[in-house]
Nanobody
């Protein structure tokens, strides 16, 4: 089992930046892919970015604005979000997968509004 806890969400003005973090604990050795998803009000959950091995894929809507990074020592996954837009408003979920299992955090709310 892997436990994931997100942090860093909040209210930010359009054009601003936020950094989300995801702290992982448990059987992390089983993980071979990780990323971030988001769910806007009234919409389905969508992928934002997925990293596996040397490959990283971003949704077109965030490409060039968001960047994923990982601290292997602290077992932390981060998402740097720049040039935020109102349409980025959503609950952001940390995801990790491996060994046939999917693990999700409970999410952190990001609101982009003036």
């Amino acid at each position: 089992q892997v436990q994931l806890v997100e942090s860093g969400g909040g209210l930010v003005q359009p054009g601003g930046s936020l950094r989300l973090s995801c702290a992982a604990s448990g059987s992390i050795f089983s993980i071979n892919a990780m990323g971030w998803y988001r769910q806007a009000p009234g919409k389905l959950r969508e992928f934002v970015v997925i990293a596996s091995g040397d490959s990283t894929n971003y949704a077109d809507s965030v490409k060039g604005r968001f960047a994923i990074s990982r601290d292997g020592v602290k077992n932390t996954l981060s998402l740097q979000m720049n040039s935020l837009k109102p349409e980025d408003t959503a609950v952001y979920y940390c995801w990790m997968g491996g060994g046939g299992m999917d693990y999700w955090g409970k999410g952190t709310l990001v609101t982009v509004s003036s």
